[in-house]
C-alpha cells in the first residue's frame, strides 16, 4: 500500500510565497512522473506543474515563472514552490505520483488528499 500525504498549504497574502510539500510512504520499488494538480469551486481539476522521472518538468501558463516543482527520490518527495502568489492560486492542490511497488508489474498513479491554498488580503 502507498500513501502520498500532502502539507504546507494554508493562507497567506497576495504577492507571499508557499511550500507544499508530497510524501509518498509504503512499498515503494521506484516513482515515475510526479505532478501537482489544483482545483477551486467550481473548476475542474487542472495541472499546475510536472516532473518526469527524466527530469524534465513543465508548467501550466498561469504559474510559469513563479512555481517551481522539484522533487527527492532519496526522500520519496516531491515539492512545489510557489512565489508570486495572486487570489486566482486559491484551490485545493493536489500531488500525484506514479510509483512501481515492491514486486509491482507496472508504475499505478496515486493522489493525495490535498491540501487548501487560500491567498487573500
Known amino acids: 500500500q502507498v500513501e502520498l500525504v500532502e502539507s504546507g498549504g494554508g493562507l497567506v497574502q497576495p504577492g507571499g510565497s508557499l511550500r507544499l510539500s508530497c510524501a509518498a510512504s509504503?512499498?515503494?520499488?521506484?516513482?515515475?512522473?510526479m505532478a501537482w494538480y489544483r482545483q477551486a469551486p467550481g473548476n475542474q481539476r487542472e495541472l499546475v506543474a510536472g516532473?518526469?522521472?527524466?527530469?524534465?518538468?513543465k508548467y501550466a501558463d498561469s504559474v510559469s515563472g513563479r512555481f517551481t516543482i522539484s522533487r527527492d527520490n532519496a526522500k520519496n518527495t516531491v515539492y512545489l514552490q510557489m512565489n508570486s502568489l495572486k487570489p486566482e492560486d486559491t484551490a485545493v492542490y493536489y500531488c500525484?505520483?506514479?510509483?512501481?511497488?515492491?514486486?509491482?508489474?507496472?508504475?499505478?498513479?496515486?493522489w493525495g488528499q490535498g491540501t487548501q491554498v487560500t491567498v487573500s488580503s
Open positions: 500525484n505520483a506514479d510509483i512501481l511497488v515492491v514486486d509491482g508489474l507496472r508504475p499505478v498513479r496515486y
Open positions: 516532473h518526469t522521472s527524466g527530469g524534465t518538468t
Open positions: 509504503g512499498s515503494i520499488f521506484r516513482f515515475a512522473d
